[in-house]
């Protein structure tokens, strides 16, 4: 069927299907059967979605009709598929084995890929030993990532959520993430830093973002200030750059040896499973990390053969495509129930609206569908007592996904093991509420205000453990739904152009800031300009 056809055929389900009610859908005693689906240490329960097997067939054919299968193939053999950049998009490639072998123009990107992972090692060891010393002659105990969007997001998200799985050898290093333009997350931390200890990531595959030169220039200006020993050493024992642009960062004054390379067909958001991972290798050790390129890889081989009918991002795709194009949902809450994943909505508000959100399709054309939903989120059990009043009784239709793991704190006391359970209780409480209403409990709302209509689809991910392994999964399972996604909207996931006209204009506007006001800009910039001006100069 073309996807025209199976377009209109969805349009024409939506017709009767819109009506439809999860508490009665979720009547159907085979429901959870039908529509849960395992890999490995995951479970996706896309139950409490507004699906009926035949809305899924239909979706399934809507896949076929986009030939989702022969973008798949495209995607893993290195075909340019970031077409307006000309350029493949492999990050898939990071999370090969060794013994793997991966052409690309004549190249093996596997034995790269393999070899900065082992630079990488034999840096990480040594900060693990104490063999990393700094000016003084003592050793680093302080790591700071400098880096934005994809150089911070993923990193962050990661390290944070696999703190427990650290090495003893790694518990000396603490690692901190600074990102923001203004230099406020940079100006505290560096109060409580000894700069004889400290190690600065610079994280950029450009290396032209202003964010993090500006927050790297500041800690090279903190770390003279500190010491007078000659700048190329102080940069050589205090700075490592990871960068697709090493010219750039050694034009900056970065050594080479101290430089971890990436390559261009990696997208910046899809790149902690490489050298960008650096802190994530510190944090949890190398084992660790091969663990979650190990987990991803799993996942990329079960996305690569699975059928569709049981390929988790291909359903988790299509559901949200039903939601989306067909159910006129355009807002996507994420809620882990789990604070290991607090940082996880940051990372796939990048992930998903810097890939889709986009409105211009692979030929140019405007796309005559809407594409990538809002997207934002909270830890659940906070988000309850913040914005869930609206998933409950606001006007928007609004669909959730729920992250939860089933075993948490092992040997740990009885009182953190009842959090826990207390935890799952409430997600699934929650899951229950937005879909059934007040049918839930089997009891009319005793007025009008107490009323839950429910009916707000949600996703379940449940993970057997929050290991190494499973966030990998995990990640490489959200990454694979936004490319099938885009095939589905014919956009091209991999590029970022939307991005670039606010730093252009930036660029433009720096000289005036502080300066005598000048004319040519609209009203609006040019009173304030004036206003900045005052403020101050006068
Ligand atoms: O401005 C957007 C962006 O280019 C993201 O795509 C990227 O993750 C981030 O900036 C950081 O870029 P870089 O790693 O080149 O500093």
Redesign the pocket.
Known sequence: MDKETAWRALEQLADTERTHHLKDLLQDPDRFEQFSFRQDELLLDLSRQRLTPATLKALLQLAEGCQLGSWIEALFSGESINNTEQRPALHTALRQPAHNSFMLDGQDINQDVHRELERMEHLVSQLHQQQWRGFSGEPIDTLVNI??????LGPMMVCHGLEEFQPAAARAIKIHFISSMDGSQLSSLLQHLDPARTLFLV???????A??LANAATARDWLRQASDIPDPLLLKRHFIGI?ARPEKAQEWGLSADNLLHFWDWV???Y?LWST?GFAIAVRIGMDGFKALLDGASRMDNHFRHAPGSSNLPVLLALAEIWNINFLDIHAHAILPYDGRLAHLPAYLE?LEM?SNGKSVDRDGQRVQHRTCPVLWGEIGPNAQHAFYQLLHQGSEAVMCDFIVAANRYGDAGESLQSQHRLTLANCLAQARVLALGDSALDQAASSAWQHYHGNQPSTLILLDKLTPGALGALIALYEHKVFVQSVIWNINPFD?WG?ELG?QMANTLLPHIGARPQQGFDTATEGLLNELNQLTTG
């Open positions: 880096g934005v969007g994809g150089s911070d994280a950029s595959k450009s290396f032209t973002t964010d993090t960068t997208g910046g958001r790149s960008i990048q810097e970022q991005v730093k």
